[in-house]
């Protein structure tokens, strides 16, 4: 039997999270050895772990502490937490230990120490995580609403500022990017969900496709909005991306756009169960390809134009999880949730990005963002 083991927070890990299902601030013990979820908690977190938690069995750290102290006949200076591990290897006959690759390295040496059986897993640590239950479906859908919520507050406080010499005003003052992700962020904070690093960037700022944003929003340029925050209650996310321009866009800010929403629905109709995720993204590359839109470096510096990064990628408790819809060959599954979110780059035109998140099936998709793709704003 192998032994699974973290040593992590569930506040900051969700592996952790995804076992246990409760919050708990400080790193911890989670050991899994077939049907066995087991933790290892303070007194401070004992009693609730205990009774919210979906371990099967949770064990006091002092109360263990002084039986693992007796069964392997031990000083209470010698004590360290290699010691718990151990406990369990022996109480379930495992023949090796995994860890994942986040595992802290001083506990890693302890154990080492030991001269037990480790292994690192150098995938996802839960694999299971990557097809989703019908309940994990309906929390990003959720995450998709507060992202389309947030949405909403760009669409509506971009269609309602002025223009003053080329720069956005709102209610009088400068609609910034920094002014605008705080209205976005603040607004889904209220409805019991957190974003952060949201980003709000026009013109050049936003041919760098994680580049957050600053300083005054332009008119006729295009302005990049990609929400992806995270229900606080479920901690599962939602993730879309809207492109917008105030004013008047030109016919090649036009095409631009036009070519990256024909991109998105290309890629969309390749879904489905038994596909290889990398067909999907050459079938957003080539659209490009075939509209003239080439992706290289630029010769008078270190950065890139064009398409730039990959298709999509899993979402679930974390922002960026497996499947990649990349160059990478992995088969898509039923209950793979994924993003679709082509992109297109240039610093001379502006950028555009489109992002919606979709639910494999087993002939096609279900779409789980809604949100309206007007993007030029009178």
Known sequence: MKLKCLYASSNDCSDAFYISGVRVPDPYFSLIAGRHKVAILNQLEYSRVKKESKYTKVYEFEALKAEVINQYNLSKDHFSLKFFVKYFFDLYKANTILIPKYFPSFLLLELQQLGLPIELVKDSFFPEREQKSNEEIKSIKLGNQASAYGLSIAQSALKASKVKKGILFLDGAVLSSERLRSMIEQSLFERGAIADST????????????????????????????????????????????????????????????????????????????????????????????????????????????????????????????????????????????????????????????????????????????????????
């Open 199 to 378: 980003i709000v960037a026009g013109g050049v700022q936003a041919s760098d496709p994680h580049q957050v944003g600053f300083g005054p929003l332009k008119a006729n340029e295009l302005i990049i909005v990609d929400i992806f925050p995270q229900i606080k209650r479920s901690g599962y996310h939602g993730d879309m991306t809207r492109t917008f321009l105030k004013g008047q866009a030109n016919d090649a800010q036009k095409n631009l756009v036009h070519t990256v929403k024909e991109a998105q629905k290309r890629a969309i109709a390749k879904i489905k169960a038994n596909i290889s995720a990398h067909t999907i993204h050459a079938e957003v590359t080539s659209c490009f390809d075939q509209k003239g839109y080439i992706t290289k470096r630029q010769s008078d510096g270190d950065a890139f134009i064009g398409f730039i990064h990959s298709t999509g990628h899993g979402i679930g408790l974390d922002i960026h999880e497996l499947p990649r819809v990349s160059t990478t060959k992995n088969k898509l599954k039923a209950n793979h949730v994924i993003t679709i979110e082509p992109g297109l780059y240039y610093p001379n035109i502006g950028s555009c990005r489109i992002e919606d998140v979709f639910a494999v099936t087993k002939d096609g998709s279900e779409k789980l963002s809604k949100f309206n793709y007007q993007w030029q704003l009178a």
